[in-house]
């Protein structure tokens, strides 16, 4: 599994992660619930494994652990307590990591927004838990929101959740994705003219892929652009 290059991942983290779902719609969805506690973030970076059961500690391990460019995954399987907030988001800021992904609470919302590091999670609670569990950085697999993630499994997300896919998933989608937002900004701007403008419909096969359905045949709704 090659990682992606710098130039593959800069192209990754400039298209929204609905673009690359719709180039590709077998990427793996974690639970919604899992949502964007930062707004108007975007996040792409291979992920970093954590678990950490109801204790932060393993995750202040792996944010000094974890190469720079990644995404800490972590995974509380207990999930009554906080297991980050804003001092593990800063150092995860310091040291470049591309955001963090917590299948349980964080707390310290209001320092996230100042930090501004990428962060999802299945909401808050101000009661963080314990310092204990020695572990890190995990080196398998793990459960998030219901879905596996290998440590190296592309971690993309924004306001609208996460996905998760290899390398070669990505790296096959980019393309794709980079068309689908060029179509769409096209027919927005065609839009944009109010009454004189061309309708959504209009910028589609709208007509001929309804008439084909109706009749029993396959047909895929595309943009006329």
């Not at 779902?21 to 930062?38: E, G, Q, S, Y």
């Not at 999802?120 to 101000?126: E, I, K, W």
């Not at 838990?129 to 459960?143: L, N």
């Amino acid at each position: 599994m090659d990682p992606l290059t710098p130039d593959e991942l800069g192209r990754v983290r400039s298209l929204a992660t609905s673009s690359l779902c719709d180039a590709d719609k077998t990427f793996a969805l974690p639970d919604p619930a899992i949502r964007a506690m930062v707004p108007d973030v975007r996040m792409a970076g291979p992920a970093v494994t954590v678990v950490a059961p109801d204790d932060h500690l393993p995750v202040l391990a792996a944010a000094g652990e974890a190469p720079v460019g990644s995404v800490l995954v972590v995974v509380n399987p207990r999930g009554t307590r906080a297991v980050a907030g804003e001092l593990i988001a800063s150092e995860a800021r310091r040291r470049g990591l591309a955001g963090m992904v917590i299948d349980g609470y964080c707390r310290d919302v209001a320092g996230l927004r100042r930090i501004g590091l990428p962060v999802f999670a299945r909401g808050t609670t101000p009661a963080s838990g314990s310092a204990r569990d020695p572990r890190g950085r995990d080196e398998g697999p793990v459960a998030l929101g219901g879905v596996p993630v290998r440590p190296g499994d592309l971690v993309l997300g924004d306001d609208d959740g996460l996905a998760i896919a290899t390398p070669d998933q990505v790296r096959a989608a980019l393309a794709g994705a980079e068309e689908v937002e060029r179509a769409e900004a096209a027919v927005l701007a065609g839009m944009a003219e109010g009454r004189g403008g061309r309708s959504l419909a209009d910028h589609t096969n709208l007509a001929d892929h309804r008439a084909a359905r109706a009749a029993g045949q396959d047909s895929w709704l595309r943009f006329l652009v």
